[in-house]
């Protein structure tokens, strides 16, 4: 569904990495490891296109992006759900006109309904409902983001550091939820510092771990 071939990307006339290759498939699950700095959110960016490669080819669903007109790019992106690390929200909207943000965006304003409380419960957040996003707790800012990633049913889901900000009970329960999303077919890339995390996730699902360092993309070793 996504796939990078052989890509580079420089920022700044310095080279972040090169001669990456990776492909998301249904139902594909990995993980992005590396040190701050490495190119982690960028190399994120790159797949659900929000930036284009200095060199290489990146596809999404099919299509190279170079050739997509703006409009292409926009229909693609609705068919991924991103967790940005610093989840926004708009403060002065109820969480759940938040959630519902990307069908009213795409003209699917009418499709909302029972499949937005049935989202709302699925990620514990139906007393939430009528709240504003500044009373929220950082677990529950990071479940709405969630939330608000897969409501249009993207076919992959991109999460940069999910659980960055939550203490390791809330850390499980948004895994549990990305593998349950992960078991219905979707491709799931999580970008994280966080082993345990790893650990945990590779008891449950099949996942790949890779490591960007020194401006390469390798799997990472068997002791994760």
Not at 5 to 13: E, T
Not at 148 to 164: L, M, N, Q
Request: glycine residues 8%; charged residues 20%.
């Amino acid at each position: 569904m996504i796939e990078l071939r052989n890509v580079a990307y420089s920022y700044g006339g310095a080279e972040l990495f090169s001669d990456l290759s990776l492909s998301l498939t249904p139902g594909s699950f990995h993980f992005l490891t590396g040190p701050s700095g490495a190119g982690k959110t960028t190399l994120l960016k790159l797949c659900y296109g929000e930036l284009t490669a200095t060199s290489g080819d990146v596809l999404l669903f099919g299509e190279d992006k170079r050739q997509m007109t703006r409009d292409g790019v926009a229909m693609a992106r609705r068919r991924i759900g991103v967790v940005h690390q610093d989840c926004q929200f708009l403060d002065h909207l109820p969480v759940a006109e938040n959630i519902a943000l990307p069908m009213t965006a795409a003209g699917r304003q009418s499709e909302v309904g029972d499949d937005l409380n049935d989202l709302m419960a699925w990620v514990g957040l139906t007393n939430q409902a009528a709240q504003l996003p500044p009373q929220l707790s950082g677990g529950e800012r990071q479940r709405a983001a969630l939330a608000r990633a897969v409501i249009t049913s993207p076919d992959v889901i991109i999460a940069d550091e999910p659980t960055g900000n939550v203490d390791w009970e809330m850390s499980q329960r948004l895994l549990t939820l990305l593998v349950e999303l992960n078991k219905m077919g979707k491709a799931v890339l999580i970008a994280t510092h966080d082993l345990n995390l790893i650990r945990a996730a590779k008891a449950q699902v099949q996942a790949r771990v890779l490591r960007l360092r020194n401006r390469k993309l390798q799997a990472a070793g068997a002791d994760l």
